[in-house]
C-alpha cells in the first residue's frame, strides 16, 4: 500500500467514525438521569484493533530484524504500542456528562472538571485538533473530541441552560463541525 493509499485510507475510517459518532446518542445515567456523551463502540474497536496490531508489529519486528537493531526496533514500536494504550485508555475513559444543573468532563489526563451551565463563556471548533474548545469564566477549558458521540444533544442542551449570548458561537461551530464531512 502507497503511503497516499494508507492516507485516504485512514481519512475514510476517520470520516465514518466522525459520522457514526454524530449518530451516537447520550447515554441516560439510571441513577442520576445525567446524559453521557462517550466514544461509540466502533471507535473504542478500532483503537482496540490498533494497539493489537501495534502490539503484535513490535513483538514481531523486535525479534526479526539483526541482532544489532533490536534494541532501536523494540524501543520505537515500543512507544508506537504505548501510544496506541494511551489512545485506548483515552478512548474507554472520556466522558462528558449533564444534567439540569451542571457539565461533567471526565479524561484520565486530567481528571474531573465540573461546571454549572451558566458559567460557560466560549465555544469554538478546532478543525486541525478535532475537538470543541469550551470554555468558562474560572479559565476551566474542557475539550471534547469530535469523535465523542452525543455532542449535538450536549450543544442542544448548553443552548438550552446556558447563557444565550454563546447561541452564535454554538451554531458556528456546529457548522465547522458539520463542514469536515
Known amino acids: 500500500m502507497t503511503v497516499d493509499a494508507g492516507g485516504h485510507a485512514a481519512g475514510?475510517?476517520?470520516q465514518w467514525l466522525v459520522g457514526k459518532a454524530r449518530r451516537t446518542p447520550p447515554v441516560v445515567d439510571s441513577l442520576t438521569n445525567a446524559k453521557i456523551a462517550r466514544y461509540p463502540r466502533s471507535t473504542r474497536a478500532?483503537?482496540?484493533?490498533?494497539?493489537?496490531?501495534?502490539?503484535?508489529?513490535?513483538?514481531?519486528?523486535?525479534?526479526?530484524?539483526?541482532?544489532?537493531m533490536r534494541l532501536a526496533t523494540g524501543i520505537w514500536t515500543g512507544a508506537m504500542a504505548l501510544a496506541m494504550g494511551a489512545m485506548v485508555l483515552d478512548f474507554a475513559r472520556v466522558s462528558l456528562s449533564w444534567t439540569e444543573s451542571q457539565v461533567v468532563f471526565f479524561?484520565?489526563?486530567?481528571?474531573?472538571?465540573s461546571l454549572r451551565w451558566e458559567e460557560f463563556t466560549g465555544i469554538k471548533f478546532s478543525?486541525?485538533?478535532g475537538w470543541f474548545v469550551v470554555s468558562s469564566r474560572d479559565a476551566v477549558t474542557i475539550r471534547p473530541s469530535m469523535m465523542l458521540g452525543g455532542l449535538t444533544e450536549f450543544f442542544a442542551a448548553l443552548k438550552a441552560h446556558g447563557r444565550s449570548s454563546l447561541h452564535p458561537e454554538i451554531n458556528l461551530a456546529l457548522e465547522q463541525w458539520a463542514s469536515r464531512g
Open 46 to 68: 478500532v483503537a482496540w484493533v490498533l494497539f493489537g496490531l501495534c502490539a503484535a508489529g513490535a513483538l514481531l519486528l523486535t525479534y526479526k530484524v539483526p541482532l544489532g
Open 107 to 113: 479524561s484520565p489526563w486530567r481528571g474531573q472538571r
Open 127 to 129: 478543525g486541525s485538533m
Open 12 to 14: 475514510v475510517v476517520i
